[in-house]
């Protein structure tokens, strides 16, 4: 292959040197056709740089450990990388078939992961032997000098010239083909790793760690590739003949890029040109020869009616915009498990991983955004108190797969998917204990599909209740509307009106879009949706007192009425400061209150509850179920809650008790983790602020 990739760049060179030969062997003698000078040049040129990233999928066939596939191979990764270079290309056909060079400096790396277990090892803790499960890694470096030799096509360009359709010619979408060949010239180092998972306690001899490399060095092989390169990109003219394009490519390997082992990668690439049109002579305009006949020109008569006048902004009225400002303190419970899709060990791309730099604080006033960063809080917590464990309990949904070693196998692989996120942060193994079920300890029941998504996860369980305890956001701030925002005009010319559109802006800050197309009644009074409470608080925050309108009126006869207004915004603070307590997370068809929950309920108590406070406790539920028995179960919840805290103290003051059942769904219904937190009680709290002085 290292021959092919020699002989490629030979190719490459004579492409260059005909271009040019054939380029400036042109004369420049000036043409005058049709009143226009040109230059006569054939093929035009450009020249360009480009650079982005790309995205590799390996597969491969390599042994676990060196000429032996006794344990397994690994046999799939994906890596992550950049290339830059230059581009040369030669423009044929009016410019719309481009011969294209590219020579392309590319990082290439590559990560292979797998799991063995192919022997059993006695553990020192309680000497019984099981099986030695061990995650092995094979990461590769290589950086290419790659020449691409391709063809590009202004598709649309050329239809237009065929066709004479002249829109089509404004669509700056090319495509290209293009053969390339390359060779690992500046790296192509390698790293084969191993780490015992489990069981606890057991470390490789020769260092005494559960970590230990295989093999390290450098390939000492030639190490090349061929592929086909397909390529969907547009360009748009930034300066005069300067050119900006994205471009999107798909690299399909045609030979082996590593001779020892079976091992092939497929690239996905995004990029960026930058380019220079060269030798493209602007076309001079001359005066073109004076003809004897002389025409007339018929006299123009403009048959076009005349535009009604219209005049139906001048009446239009907006109510203030009213906020009352209250001070709120709410606790969201932690939902201890980790839900996978049927017979997968992946973890779902809604979690949110960040091992560094995290902070619980800065988490949004958000049940669910709290609950995808779930690892993360419990993580973080864990490296402030070391002594803290965790168990890692990994369940499927009992039927997901045929056989019950196949179901258990699966629930050991999610629990140690699990347990792999964890040491990302730094937490050792030796803290993250393992077990495994076919189904949880408390299951949803499996006559309902969504019983069966929600029985595939992992739980965590731990004697350390701070681990697990809500997340506290305390003292912020919550507005609500006193009055509905309306807007209301009286209509003249209804049957000439196409549409009325309502635009609600702050500077450059978009707050609210709404257009009306259907207008039967001369006088309108409509209520803007009250999605502008959560688009303004931020602007209430920093002390915004009014914002912009904008009503537009759309005309069957094409004319346009615009006028602006502007809201003024008043704040009023509420008298009372309210607590929230939603920490009761029940399992299903549950309205038992567990021990750890208890003790919340108490420190929301006595931090929260006051004699004068007036206390509201709400339970709900999911859809699951019949209706009635959701809204009866939903009132049993809130009862428990409301008689556990008067077994604390009698004399707090419940206001009301209600069941909402699934009247009104919290969360999405269509995720396990929205129906567990449809699962809940509410308490809120409301004290006088004088009181709290």
């Not at 066939?61 to 290309?89: H, K, Q, R, V």
């Not at 912020?476 to 049957?495: A, C, P, R, V």
Request: glycine share 6%; aromatic share 10%; with cysteine.
């Amino acid at each position: 292959m290292k021959d092919n990739f020699t002989l490629f760049v030979i190719l490459i060179s004579l492409y260059i040197s005909l271009g040019y030969g054939e380029l400036f062997s042109q004369t420049n003698d000036l043409i005058y056709k049709d009143g226009v000078i040109s230059d006569r040049i054939n093929f035009p040129m450009n020249f360009g740089i480009l650079g982005g990233i790309n995205s590799i999928k390996s597969n491969a066939y390599i042994p676990l450990f060196p000429n032996n596939d006794d344990c397994g191979a690994f046999t799939s990764g994906i890596g992550n990388g950049i290339f830059a270079g230059i581009n040369f290309g030669i423009e044929f056909y009016n410019s719309n078939i481009i011969a294209d060079l590219r020579i392309v400096n590319e990082t290439r790396p590559a990560a292979l992961e797998e799991t063995s277990s192919c022997f059993e090892v006695l553990s020192p803790l309680d000497d019984k032997y099981y099986p030695l499960l061990r995650d092995h890694s094979y990461t590769v470096d290589f950086s290419y000098l790659a020449v691409d030799l391709g063809i590009k096509l202004r598709l649309f360009k050329l239809t237009s010239e065929l066709t004479g359709i002249e829109l089509l010619g404004k669509i700056p979408i090319y495509t290209r083909i293009g053969f390339e060949s390359g060779e690992a010239l500046f790296s192509k180092t390698y790293l084969n790793k191993e780490e015992i998972t489990s069981p606890e306690g057991v470390s490789f001899p020769n260092t005494n760690s559960t970590s230990n490399i295989v093999e390290e060095g450098e390939y000492d092989e030639t190490i090349s590739s061929e592929s086909i390169n397909f390529s969907l990109g547009a360009e748009f003219q930034i300066f005069k003949n300067v050119w900006l394009g994205p471009e999107f490519t798909y690299r399909y390997e045609l030979a082996q890029s590593i001779e020892k082992f079976d091992w092939d990668m497929q690239i996905l690439r995004f990029g960026v040109n930058l380019s220079v049109d060269l030798n493209k002579k602007d076309k001079i305009d001359l005066p073109t020869e004076e003809k004897n006949d002389t025409i007339i020109p018929e006299p123009i008569v403009d048959n076009k009616p005349k535009s009604k006048e219209y005049n139906n902004l001048g009446s239009f009225l907006f109510n203030e915009i009213d906020f009352t400002e209250t001070i709120v303190t709410q606790t969201y419970p932690i939902l201890p498990y980790i839900f996978f899709d049927s017979t997968s060990s992946k973890i779902r791309n809604a979690y949110n991983i960040q091992n560094s730099n995290f902070n619980e604080t800065q988490l949004e006033n958000s049940t669910l955004d709290i609950y995808y960063n779930v690892i993360n809080v419990i993580a973080s917590r864990m490296l402030k108190n070391p002594n803290s464990k965790i168990t890692l309990i990994g369940n499927t949904d009992g039927i997901e797969l045929l056989t019950n070693q196949e179901r258990v196998e699966l629930a050991k692989s999610r629990a140690m998917e699990v347990s792999k996120i964890f040491q990302s942060f730094g937490i050792d193994s030796k803290r993250l204990k393992i077990e495994i079920r076919d189904t949880p300890k408390l299951p949803t029941s499996d006559k309902y599909n969504e019983g069966l998504e929600e029985n595939r996860r992992v739980d965590i369980e731990t004697n350390d209740l701070s681990l697990l305890e809500p997340v506290l956001h305390s003292d912020f701030f919550e507005f609500s509307l006193n009055k509905k925002l309306f807007f209301m005009s009286q209509i003249k010319n209804l049957e000439d009106i196409e549409s009325i559109s309502f635009n609600l802006s702050h500077i450059s800050n978009k707050i609210y879009f709404e257009s009306i197309d259907k207008i039967d009644n001369k006088v309108i009074y409509h209520k803007v949706n009250e999605s502008i409470l959560n688009n303004i608080s931020a602007l209430i925050e920093n002390g915004v007192n009014s914002i912009n309108a904008n009503v537009r009126i759309n005309y069957k006869d094409g004319e346009v009425e615009s006028k602006n207004f502007s809201i003024p915004i008043t704040k009023q603070k509420s008298a009372f400061e309210v607590g929230r307590l939603n920490l009761i997370v029940f399992d299903f068809d549950k309205s038992t209150i567990s021990e750890s929950n208890k003790n919340m309920i108490r420190e929301f108590i006595a931090s929260s509850i006051y004699d004068n406070s007036n206390t509201t406790i709400t339970g709900s539920t999911d859809l699951l179920g019949e209706k009635e028995y959701n809204k009866t179960l939903s009132l049993q919840r809130a009862n428990e809650v409301a008689n556990y805290i008067k077994q604390v103290n009698p004399n707090y003051k419940i206001n009301e008790i209600r069941g909402l059942g699934a009247d009104k769904i919290l969360f999405d219904n269509d995720t396990p983790e929205g129906r567990f937190y449809c699962r809940t009680v509410l308490v809120e709290v409301k004290t006088p602020i004088k009181s709290l002085e």
